[in-house]
Nanobody
Framework: QVQLVESGGGLVQAGGSLRLSCAAS????????MGWFRQSPGKEREFVAA????????YYADSVKGRFTISRDNAKNTVYLQMNSLIPEDTAIYYC??????????????????WGQGTQVTVSS
C-alpha cells in the first residue's frame, strides 16, 4: 500500500499563490503516476492535474491550465502542485491520489486506489 499526506493548504487572497505538497510512503515504488483532485462543497470531486513517473508527461484540467503546475521529486517521494493566479473558484479540499502501477491516463480518469486526507485551500475575493 501507499500512504499519502498532503500539506501546504491555507487562506490566500485572489491572485495569490500556494504550493501544495504530497508526501508518499509505503510501497512508493508502485506509485507510478500521481494526481491531484479537488472537491468543493456541494460538488463532486474533480480532476486537477496528473504526472507520470518521470515527470515528463503532465495533464491538467482546463480550469487550471496555465495557472497550476504539477511536479515531482522521486528522491523525496513527493509530488507538488504550484498554484498561481488563484481565484475564489479554486476554493476546495485538495487531495493527492495514486495507485499500484497506474498509467497517467488512468489517474486522469480518477481510477485511483489511494487517497490522502486532503488539505483545505481557501481563496478570498
Amino acid at each position: 500500500q501507499v500512504q499519502l499526506v498532503e500539506s501546504g493548504g491555507g487562506l490566500v487572497q485572489a491572485g495569490g499563490s500556494l504550493r501544495l505538497s504530497c508526501a508518499a510512503s509505503g510501497r512508493t515504488d508502485r506509485a507510478y503516476a500521481m494526481g491531484w483532485f479537488r472537491q468543493s462543497p456541494g460538488k463532486e470531486r474533480e480532476f486537477v492535474a496528473a504526472i507520470n513517473w518521470s515527470g515528463g508527461t503532465t495533464y491538467y484540467a482546463d480550469s487550471v491550465k496555465g495557472r497550476f503546475t504539477i511536479s515531482r521529486d522521486n528522491a523525496k517521494n513527493t509530488v507538488y502542485l504550484q498554484m498561481n493566479s488563484l481565484i475564489p473558484e479554486d476554493t476546495a479540499i485538495y487531495y493527492c491520489a495514486t495507485g499500484d502501477r497506474l498509467s497517467v491516463s488512468t489517474v486522469v480518469d480518477g481510477k485511483v486506489e489511494y487517497w490522502g486526507q486532503g488539505t483545505q485551500v481557501t481563496v478570498s475575493s
